[in-house]
């Protein structure tokens, strides 16, 4: 309840701002992850070149730390026409369209190339082409990254070095599941929770790519982190359909043209800071890098995700992705 005041309170001021601004549209957009994230920075980016195209009919005010929430209460928000913009992890996301658990899966990206292959053709387009029957717009995919173990108890090597590690996964059945399947005791959390659940030893560990790792501070609080990349979390830039459909065709032109632009920046810039972090993280932390060998065991213990969830998200769709991912060439 503290919350939601809180909310409402920042998106009054954002209000006020924007009449004295003169804008004839806001967009308040809001994230998870802090100021210092690849993904925040793609968002500053993105404001950039929405406010100096649409000669300052749309402002664009940004919200970071989960100061709007979390994914899941943002994306009900843009449902519901109160938030206009946010940029979820997929994972969550599948709560409201199951196919997207596509991209749950373990291993089934093989390098972040292939991700942008599927992302950008026929798949991906297939799968945001399914948002605006919930009520929203997916306007591109950005990039959270690969997924990497950390835990405060001992180094991870091998599956069954998990056994019995409380491990925290977003809200999604299938992360949840394959952190059973290789014997851990999993729990779903929201993201704005999980520093103070590690601090209390609420959870023993989490999974999130190298710059989140270190940026948020999981290194405070975690020892030891495995490069095990299990899944590869891609974001969408979600915009409220309400919102949308407001809007004359130019400035959705601008707002899509902006947000396929700062997609190019932010994967660059993702995968050049998850580089710079992991070298940093080694400083601070004990990061075990797994050999080819040590990562298909993890890779086998997760086979029977690929059964148990093969009905729910569609044989064809799976075959789908594996079979293009096979034919991708550089
Ligand atoms: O801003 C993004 C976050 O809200 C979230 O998606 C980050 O990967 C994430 C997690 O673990 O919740």
Request: overall charge positive; proline content about 8%; glycine content about 8%.
């Given at each position: 309840m503290k919350m939601r005041t809180g909310c409402v309170a920042m998106l009054l001021v954002a209000l006020f701002a924007s009449a004295a601004f003169g804008a004839k549209f806001t967009i308040n957009a809001g994230i998870g992850l802090n100021d210092k994230s690849a993904q925040f920075q793609s968002l500053q980016y993105f404001k950039e070149v929405v406010e100096k195209n649409s000669d300052g009919k749309i402002e664009v005010v940004l919200f970071h730390s989960?100061?709007?929430?979390d994914d899941r209460t943002m994306m009900e928000a843009l449902k519901m026409g109160t938030q206009e913009m946010t940029c979820p992890s997929t994972a969550p996301m599948t709560a409201f369209i199951?196919?997207?658990?596509i991209y749950d899966l373990?291993?089934?990206?093989?390098n972040e190339e292939v991700a942008d292959y599927i992302l950008d053709g026929p798949v991906g387009k297939k799968l945001l082409d399914m948002l605006p029957d919930q009520g929203l717009v997916g306007l591109a995919y950005w990039e959270n990254g690969f997924r990497m173990l950390t835990n405060s108890s001992h180094p991870v090597v091998t599956p069954e070095d998990l056994k019995g590690l409380k491990i925290r996964t977003m809200e999604n059945p299938i992360h949840l599941a394959a952190f059973r399947t290789m014997g851990a005791n999993p729990t779903p959390m929201a993201f704005g929770e999980l520093f103070s659940a590690m601090q209390q030893k609420v959870v023993d560990g989490q999974e999130n790519p190298w710059g989140t790792i270190f940026l948020q501070n999981f290194f405070e609080v975690q020892k030891y982190a495995t490069d095990t990349g299990h899944v590869y979390s891609p974001f969408v830039l979600l915009i409220s359909k309400k919102f949308w459909d407001k809007l004359p065709d130019d400035l959705k032109a601008v707002v899509q043209d902006a947000a396929d632009q700062a997609k190019v920046h932010n994967r660059a810039l993702n995968r050049k800071m998850n580089a710079e972090y992991l070298e940093k993280l080694k400083e601070k932390m004990e990061v075990v890098i797994l050999t080819p060998e040590q990562k298909a065991a993890f890779q086998e213990a997760c086979l029977p995700i690929y059964e148990q969830f093969g009905k729910d998200i569609g044989e064809d769709l799976i075959k789908e992705v594996q079979e293009l991912s096979a034919g991708f060439k550089k």
């Open positions: 989960s100061q709007l929430g199951n196919a997207f658990k373990p291993f089934i990206f093989a």
